[in-house]
């Protein structure tokens, strides 16, 4: 069913149309796992750019604006993946700790070395 929406107040302006028919109103999937429901569906080059900022805590880091930069999203963004991402601050936590652990190999290696 059709039904044509007046202004009020402008009488002489044509009516816009709205399709009231059951079908049209009825919620639509939004996502293709049901476990995520009242999340949106991540896009593929947010889960690049998560992977991206993920690998660039393996190496030597500054900051995070400068991981921010160097993967080329803004920094509230990051702030915002944090957030709504626990498991994006586990894959940092766990990349950190490989790059920690490998550098203090080095340097305990270096350290024998030089004895």
Known sequence: ???????????????????????????????????????KKEQK????????????????VKSIVTMCRKVGIHRDTFYAWRRADPEFVKRIHNSRDVFLTELEASLKARDKSDT
């Not at 009488?11 to 939004?30: C, F, I, M, W, Y």
């Not at 991206?52 to 190496?59: D, Y």
């Open 45 to 60: 080059r947010t889960r690049e750019k998560k992977d991206a900022f993920v690998a660039a805590c393996k190496g030597p």
């Open 1 to 39: 069913m059709t039904e044509i929406l007046h202004n009020p107040t402008n009488p002489t302006e044509l009516g816009t149309l709205r399709d009231t028919s059951v079908a049209s109103q009825a919620p639509k999937a939004k996502f293709d796992d049901p476990s995520r429901v009242g999340q």
